[in-house]
């Protein structure tokens, strides 16, 4: 999955530099607009039916009939829905290109509604190499459309298309391999069961994804698409590393913690190795995108996009809690705490808007800035959440936050030592921070080469002999 992802992420990191290169901050900031309202009206049409499907401890065949009626016909009522209110939509942003866009991608509905119950079947089973397959391929037409489009001049219909393409090819694919019975049924005790779980889940996703986009929804409606457009360049290139990590963890422990819901010592190791990886990563990512903000705007989108730099700067800053919470959460969802989970993600998604809407009058630093606060708070009510589950002390969750405090200062260092090479030699952008990794990369080699355990950690330790020995047996 970790594999996949990267290969994904990597894919999707040069699509961005081609495409901010072909389109304008106000195309992207068009199309930004329309997904806030696609993906959160999605989570409704969903209801939570494909978690409740992984998480449940005696699926049966009704439970999957039920859960597919359910899906389709709530995707429909959605598709007529945005198609009809689409001209309200956009009255509200202010953007009246939103009226026929929103009508076109209302199709991602019926898409995505038709394969739910697939793609829950794929992660309960732990197919974790065919839906990195399938998300690799759904991608690759994403960026082959969208890029074809831009050249020959299609401006923000090129991003428009390329989603639609992308949701179309993955739904296929997803129905293909993982091919159920596809009849409707409405079994009355599974529908029950589904959506109690379903419910709880829908109400923390509202919540969560509200939190997501509510700061996009403020720099939209006051700040305008072409601020908007930079805000979400700046907020994608944080999240792109967030993603490569954190939505693998997610999805790889949600089912495998649900396997073991009931057992606390497996689901401490999983919760200590999570959170532990996550700052091992993060915390070194997050202090190279902020030294180097400015040299990564200029080689990836050029001296126009420059103005985003303040606020990835920032939200960098937010990398380790972004990333950590999903730990926390997949714990929640696997031990069926839905209903404490949510009230946790309605206070996210109230200082995101708050925190997003008082930052808005000094910009989107500002913006950045509240985002930055609302992520760290929910990383603490979501940990305090999975201390209720596990055996850990707040002592301990510090101490597994060691190992990636230790890799930061090593990237501290490494930039130091660039830095004095740079003024001899006067470096350009890219060669500036190619060496600063490649030292940074030296000192973790060196680390695990001399073995010192009591500066990684137990955890770290653990996982290294994990990947080693995964190595060898291939």
């Known amino acids: 999955m970790f594999s ?21 901050p106000h195309d992207f900031g068009v199309v930004s607009a329309a997904m806030v309202v696609i993906t959160f009206t999605t989570i409704f049409s ?11 401890p005696k699926l049966n065949d009704l439970h999957i009939r039920t859960g597919f009626l359910i899906t389709v016909l709530l995707s429909f009522l959605f598709m007529i829905g945005m198609f009809l209110m689409s001209p309200l939509i956009a009255t509200f942003f202010e953007i009246p290109e939103l009226t026929l866009i929103l009508k076109v991608l209302s199709i991602m509905f019926v898409t995505k509604g038709f394969a739910v119950i697939s793609e829950s079947l794929v992660q309960r089973k732990l197919k974790f190499k065919l839906l990195a397959g399938i998300n690799i391929v ?76 509510a700061d996009n929804l403020v720099v939209g ?20 590393p967030a993603n490569l990590f954190g939505q693998v ?6 089912p495998l913690m649900a396997k073991v819901q009931n057992k606390k010592e497996p689901l401490s190791q999983s919760f200590r190795v999570g959170i532990t990886s996550v700052a091992f990563f993060t915390i070194p990512v997050s202090l190279f995108i902020f030294i ?61 808007f708050f925190g997003s809407w008082i930052g808005h009058h000094w910009g989107i630093t500002g913006v950045s800035t509240g985002v930055l606060l609302a992520i760290v708070i929910n990383y603490i009510l979501m940990t305090h959440l999975s201390m209720k589950f596990i055996n850990l002390t707040v002592v301990d969750f510090i101490k597994i936050h ?59 330790v653990w996982i290294k002999n994990r990947v080693l020995s995964m190595i060898r047996k291939k």
């Open 138 to 213: 759904s991608y690759l037409t994403y960026a082959l459309v969208g890029i074809v489009l831009a050249l020959i001049g299609f401006n923000y219909w090129a991003l428009v298309m390329a989603q639609i393409t992308q949701s179309i090819v993955k739904s296929i694919l997803l129905i293909v391999t993982e091919n159920h019975s596809m009849k409707f049924s409405l079994h009355k005790e599974s529908a029950k069961e589904l959506l109690f779980f379903g419910g709880g889940y829908t109400i923390a996703r509202i919540s969560n994804h509200f939190a997501l986009q």
């Open 292 to 352: 180097y903000s400015k040299e990564i705007v200029l080689i990836l989108f050029g001296k126009r996009w420059l103005d985003l730099m303040p606020a990835l700067q920032i939200l960098s800053l937010g990398l380790l809690f972004r990333t950590g919470y999903k730990i926390s959460d997949s714990l929640a969802r696997a031990t069926g705490a839905v209903y404490r989970r949510a009230w946790r993600q309605v206070i996210y998604a109230i200082m995101v």
């Open 4 to 24: 996949g992802t990267g290969l994904q992420a990597g894919l999707q990191f040069a699509v961005t530099i081609t495409l901010a290169r072909l389109l304008t």
């Open 402 to 460: 060691f190992p990636g405090l230790f890799t930061g200062i090593l990237v501290v260092l490494s930039v130091f030592i660039t830095s004095k090479i740079n003024i001899i030699y006067n470096l350009n952008d890219f060669v500036l921070m190619f060496i600063s990794f490649v030292l940074f990369a030296t000192f973790v080699f060196l680390l695990f080469l001399l073995k010192i355990d009591q500066l990684l950690g137990n955890e770290v």
């Open 249 to 254: 963890l997610d999805k790889v422990l949600f």
């Open 46 to 56: 969903l209801i939570g039916v494909g978690p409740a499907i992984i998480q449940h």
């Open 221 to 240: 409606k006051w700040l305008g698409a072409n601020f908007l457009g930079l805000y979400n360049r700046a907020y994608q290139l944080m999240v792109m």
